[in-house]
């Protein structure tokens, strides 16, 4: 009882609070875009909102329970976690069945499970407890650099599934993780030369060969000529999500009332969500949507900048950098300034996986904000 009062007393308060509104408003937006689509294939036009509110539930229950352990607890835990869910990716590509093109998502029941979201947040937290452990090391730069290693070959199996929203936003966490970490600035200029060097080198090679990576229908992301003048192609989706922000205009045109999900856009309750929140409540809820991100951001580095250890600074920054990233592709695939890939928006957007591993990397910070506060209130005394 004592613990449970004092994990209660030292959470971040304004989180934990602009945390709760997000994803309250979400579930709201997600019911609202998900209705027709639900009910126009044959199901409750509540189907997708009590699953999110099913998902909801279980990350809360996760967040009560994992909170009470200590961040060295997550880390000794993140080894074998690690293993565990790079062997599932492995099992995937062998004994996987593709759904929307690519071998990503375990099926229980009628439910999906999608490991590549999990295992980003397994990362940040290895990756913290591997720095800690080998901060007297890190003049090394195999040992600088292993973290790099483990994440291009979990990246390259994430690509081959193929899914590479996902493996953008692995890639890109994993770099933002290493750019934080106190290495030396001699090893880790070196390193992130070294690793120029083998993305030009495998793009050079590439080119040589006349091979891609990417599939055909993924490199048609790549073409950034206006949208709408491809409405009955290849720029159906983007053109659509266009027109619903348009008719949103400053104020919407009412909550429940977007036109856009009516089959226009393939996925309003996901990819989506954000043009369906702006043409039903306006621009300047989008707006206010953007703002409370920034805000989120901040508390969240805020506490990052206090931890005491390395171990708490690096878990806080890199969910934020994951945070952050999400948002970022998501919207900017929305406007069109990079490929659509499928990358959900933290807190509105609809996702069992993804919801749950956002509720956890908060779970992480909040523990960090806990520490802190613990050894503040002991020197105190």
């Known amino acids: 009882m004592k613990k449970t009062r004092q994990i209660i007393r030292y959470l971040d308060k304004p989180l934990f609070i602009i945390t709760a509104i997000l994803f309250l408003f979400g579930l709201v937006m997600i019911f609202s875009a998900s209705n027709v689509t639900a009910y126009m294939s044959g199901r409750s036009a509540y189907d997708f909102f009590l699953r999110q509110g099913l998902f909801l539930i279980i990350g809360f229950v996760l967040f009560c329970l994992i909170i009470r352990f200590t961040t060295k607890a997550y880390g000794m835990m993140s080894h074998l976690l690690l293993v565990i869910f790079t062997a599932v990716l492995i099992l995937l590509l062998i004994y996987g069945k593709a759904t929307n093109y690519a071998v990503s998502w375990i099926r229980i029941g009628s439910f999906t499970i999608q490991p590549s979201e999990f295992i980003k947040i397994i990362m940040i937290i290895w990756m913290a407890r591997y720095y800690e452990v080998h901060a007297k090391r890190l003049g090394s730069w195999f040992i600088s650099s292993l973290p790099l290693m483990v994440g291009a070959v979990i990246t390259f199996l994430i690509v081959i599934q193929p899914d590479l929203g996902t493996a953008i936003i692995f890639a890109l966490l994993v770099g933002c993780i290493f750019l934080f970490v106190p290495i030396p600035k001699r090893v880790k200029r070196n390193i992130i030369l ?6 030009l080198g495998v793009a050079v090679v590439l080119l040589l060969s006349g091979k891609s990576f990417l599939q055909s229908r993924q490199l048609e992301r790549f073409d950034f000529t206006n949208p709408c003048d491809r409405l009955l192609d290849t720029g159906n989706q983007v053109c659509n999500g266009y027109i619903a922000i348009n008719n949103g205009g400053l104020t919407g045109i009412g909550l429940g009332n977007s036109t856009q999900k009516y089959l226009y856009l393939p996925y309003p309750y996901t990819d989506f969500i954000f043009a369906v929140i702006v043409e039903e409540l306006g621009a300047l809820v989008g707006v206010g949507l953007v703002l409370a991100y920034l805000y989120v951001l901040y508390r969240i580095i805020k506490i990052g900048k206090a931890s005491y250890t390395n171990r708490g600074a ?66 105190k005394k």
């Open 194 to 199: 070294f690793v120029i060097l083998i993305i």
């Open 314 to 379: 690096i878990i806080c920054y890199g969910v934020a950098a994951y945070i952050f990233i999400h948002i970022a592709v998501n919207l900017m695939g929305l406007l069109g300034l990079m490929p659509m890939t499928g990358v959900p928006l933290p807190f509105v957007c609809y996702g069992g996986s993804f919801t749950v591993c956002l509720m956890l990397a908060l779970t992480f910070v909040q523990r960090v904000n806990i520490e802190t506060k613990i050894r503040e209130e002991k020197f």
